[in-house]
Nanobody, 116 residues
């Protein structure tokens, strides 16, 4: 089971990025998929959550509601985080996590920098 996160980069405020979390060794449809982020000097926080395909519900932390969208491509076994209207406070290292039956699998981080 591996998760490979990608898509980070530098963008100006108001810009957009799409993060990808590609899974290998398992199908993302059965897992609860989450995106977390950790800014320098701050604790890691949950950003978005997508439940398994049985429910297909989404949850977002308040600070990103209306700007970020988590989604899943079953064929590619990939979860995405579309980030629009980015703000400097969104600057962080972003991680994806898959959870099934109490087991967590983490991907490596992908860095997002929002700066003018």
């Amino acid at each position: 089971v591996q998760l490979q996160a990608s898509g980070g980069g530098s963008v100006q405020p108001g810009g957009s990025l799409r993060l990808s979390c590609a899974a290998s060794g398992f199908s993302v449809e059965r897992y609860v998929m989450r995106w977390f982020r950790q800014a320098p000097g701050k604790e890691r926080e949950g950003v978005a959550c997508l439940s398994s395909r049985m429910d297909d519900n989404t949850y977002y932390t308040d600070s990103v509601k209306g700007r970020f969208t988590i989604s899943r491509d079953y064929a590619k076994s990939t979860v995405y985080l579309q980030m629009n209207s980015l703000k400097p406070e969104d600057t962080a290292l972003y991680y994806c996590k898959a959870t099934l039956n109490g087991y967590d699998y983490w991907g490596q981080g992908t860095e997002v920098t929002v700066s003018s």
